[in-house]
């Protein structure tokens, strides 16, 4: 190793641990935690991708139809993460005080309650799918609900499965453990892409060969998921027969940040669904067009997704132990490092602008809408994205989940929905119009968080 190499080693060295290590945690255990994760968001997210490309293969009704029913379906699922989440929070917070039996008893009752909660949601969904679909996106195309209704019964038949998956993958990134999430989700991911494959490109089975392999998928990676955590994970010591009994006081706290979490979730969800109906009155290629977006923007948001889901187990640990200074100083941290990696990513991804359109077959009449939308998502996302979705994740970790909920629905109803419509539907500026109310909300939220995060109230509770 030459003296350049040795500088750059010694002063990357530096910066790690002047900004990632405290004495609850060092840099190693950080990356450690946060490096399978951001290859889970970047896998996970590219299937994604490589979906949405292969189904825009059955034409822009196919694209219209599973972008629709996807927000409905994130409204849903989100339940159940939230759940999941709550548990997270609190296993986090007991590994950090180094209470094991409490870790496998919270690691458990998170398991059973995110299982019934979409039992519940499924039965539910699929009993009304048909009012459902009418109710918000009646004004559809013929062809689009057909899909729409196909895709949306597939889906809630496979809630159960990836509700489980989720579950088990939240307790263990609560205890540190993130490669074995890893390691599940590049099973599941990669197994639905293959099918994918199968059943879309090769049999052209359109949406019906996309809710097959949903189906599939889900199944493998929910028995995946159990089979590690009851044979080969000892720190969880998960048992179906543990799984069976209530313990009200462990479910308090699981629900104290799970509930207001799931209420946010599904206001917010419900927002950018309402939102979702503005975009179906502009027409199908409006909605292509904002499908196509979202499926590219979400390439911008791995780094910073993954961040997100990192800073849950590492404030959660800091503050099981009490080290409020550490806590701040790794919020502080990885937000500011979601603003580095969005604009690494934007001038990374900017230039495949063209071969991401061919890649999508995207219609010409929509190729410059799309750009327009990714160009003001590139622009605004490392200013104020991290405020608004990194910085809420840390503060719930530390329990201040009923603050970040109230905040995060009043600025998305007030400011997004409202402003949407006024914007997109009354003044006429159609998509761009709810896409420029989507980032304004974004502003609002991370000033609220920001001054949230400068107090001391959102490290007050005191849940272990």
């Known amino acids: 190793m030459n003296k350049i190499e040795l500088n750059m080693k010694h002063n990357t060295v530096y910066w790690l641990d ?5 004495e609850s945690i060092d840099y190693k255990q950080i990356i450690a935690i946060i490096i399978p994760i951001l290859v889970d968001q970047a896998f996970l997210i590219l299937m994604s991708f490589l979906n949405t490309a292969m189904i825009s293969s059955a034409g822009v009704a196919a694209v219209s139809a599973v972008s629709m029913v996807d927000s409905l379906n994130i409204f849903l699922v989100g339940v159940f993460i939230a759940v999941a989440t709550g548990g997270a929070v609190i296993v986090a917070q007991y590994k950090g005080s180094g209470n094991a039996e409490l870790v496998s ?48 019964v597939g889906s809630c038949i496979s809630y159960t499965f990836i509700a489980i998956f989720q579950a088990v993958c939240g307790t263990l990134r609560g205890v540190g453990q993130t490669r074995p999430c890893l390691r599940l989700s590049l099973f599941m991911n990669f197994t639905n892409t293959c099918l994918n494959v199968l059943f879309i490109t090769i049999f052209n089975m359109g949406v019906k060969g996309l809710v097959i392999s949903i189906l599939l998928a889900r199944v493998l990676g929910m028995a995946a998921s159990l089979i590690y955590i009851i044979r080969y994970n000892e720190t969880i010591r998960f048992k179906i027969k543990n799984a069976l009994k209530v313990d009200i006081p462990i479910l308090k706290k699981v629900m104290f940040i799970g509930i207001p979490f799931a209420v946010e979730q599904l206001f917010f969800s419900g927002g950018k669904l309402l939102t979702q109906t503005f975009i179906v009155q502009l027409g199908t290629y409006a909605m292509s067009a904002y499908a196509i977006a979202n499926s ?20 959660g640990q800091c503050i099981g132990q009490r080290n409020i200074e550490d806590a701040r100083k790794f919020i502080k941290s990885l937000t500011v490092l979601a603003s580095i990696l969005f604009v690494v990513t934007s001038a990374t991804l900017l230039p495949f602008f063209p071969l991401m359109m061919k890649v999508f077959k995207a219609p010409d009449e929509i190729i410059s809408t799309i750009f327009t939308l990714i160009l003001m998502s590139a622009i605004a996302q490392p200013f104020f994205f991290p405020l608004s979705f990194t910085m809420p994740s840390a503060l719930r970790a530390a329990g201040d989940s009923n603050f970040t909920s109230i905040a995060s629905l009043l600025s998305m109803w007030l400011i997004r929905v409202v402003l949407g419509y006024i914007l997109g539907i009354t003044l006429g500026f159609g998509i761009i119009g709810v896409w420029a109310a989507m980032i304004f909300e974004w502003v609002v939220r991370g000033t609220i968080f920001v001054k949230r995060f400068n107090g001391k109230k959102w490290y007050a509770h005191r849940l272990v």
Do not use: C, E, R
């Open 105 to 152: 008893k919270t690691a458990t009752q998170a398991i059973s309650a995110v299982t019934i909660f979409s039992v519940l949601v499924s039965v539910l969904v699929i009993i009304f799918h048909t009012p459902t679909l009418n109710m918000l996106f009646g004004k559809a195309d013929a062809d689009v609900f057909q899909n729409a209704k196909i895709y949306l």
């Open 18 to 22: 002047k900004y990632l290590t405290g």
């Open 296 to 315: 590219i923007v979400l390439l911008f948001q791995i780094g910073p997704n993954a961040l997100g889901i990192g800073i849950v187990t590492v404030v």
